[in-house]
């Protein structure tokens, strides 16, 4: 399951933020994942709950996951949208496949909350 090694990934970089200052814990964790990136919020979220349990520093941390929508520019018309299909899109507009990805592929911490 590859969202066990994000969540081995997670710990590492929370250990470091913990370290960095001086915190004794870490409670709230909020994620960005994009539609894109390949992780599953339930899977991830399942496997850092299991891997805390081995990490005293992150026995309260719970993390909160933000799903970033799959958004591009048409290339053609200029126009951006949100979309649903990640293999295929095509501007809803001029049905161009000339497309920028604006965001979905984001995999990242974007706050923590620890306590000192
Ligand atoms: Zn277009």
Do not use: W
């Amino acid at each position: 399951m590859h969202e066990v090694s994000v969540a081995l990934g997670m710990v590492d970089e929370l250990r470091k933020i913990a370290e960095k200052n001086s915190a004794s814990k870490i409670l709230n964790v909020k994620l960005k994942i994009g539609r894109m990136s390949g992780i599953v919020s339930d899977s991830l979220k399942f496997a850092f709950d299991a891997v805390k349990l081995e990490h005293p520093f992150l026995s309260s941390a719970e993390i909160v996951i933000e799903e970033v929508p799959l958004a591009y520019r048409c290339n053609e018309c200029n126009r951006s949208f949100d979309t649903d299909n990640m293999y295929f899109p095509s501007c809803p507009d001029c049905d161009s496949y000339n497309l920028t990805l604006l965001s979905g592929e984001e995999q990242h911490i974007e706050n923590v909350e620890i306590e000192v």
